[in-house]
């Protein structure tokens, strides 16, 4: 074998090898899915501290989950899946937690009304007690 077939057959193993070594490190690349249930999931948790009274009684909490969705919009516009997953999990709790607060803001400005009727009502009976018949 002469000395130019043998740096030839190194080089085509060389470069067989280097195509396996990439090949194979493409293969491992884990493929992330676009995560579109829980943009939806996110939206609607969104939408419900919305509704529940979040921007009265949590506007910080519904805002934050709402800067949150829009950098997943962002980042499932530019396929950047696994930022979009972790926002849109970000955003759900956020939103979760403005729900919550409103519906805690609520419970406690009724549990205040019903507080002051009660004071009312006494007032009135006490009234109506040490009154002159």
């Known amino acids: 074998m002469k000395k ?6 190194y080089q085509l193993i060389g470069i067989t090898v280097a195509a396996a070594i990439f090949m194979a490190g493409c293969a ?3 493929t992330i899915p676009a995560p579109t249930e829980q943009m939806a ?15 009265e009684y949590a506007p910080v909490q519904l805002k934050s989950a709402m800067d949150k969705m829009d950098s997943a919009e962002h980042a499932m516009g530019t396929k950047n899946y696994g930022l979009a997953r972790q926002m849109a999990e970000e955003a759900l709790v956020d939103a979760q937690l403005a729900a919550a607060a409103a519906r805690a803001g609520k419970a406690q400005k009724a549990a205040d009304a019903l507080q002051q009727s009660d004071q009312v009502l006494k007032k009135e009976l006490d009234r109506n007690a040490n009154s002159p018949q």
């Open 4 to 9: 130019t077939d043998c740096f030839k057959s």
């Open 41 to 55: 999931l996110s939206r609607s948790a969104i939408s419900s501290a919305s509704s529940a009274g979040g921007s």
């Open 28 to 30: 491992s690349a884990p």
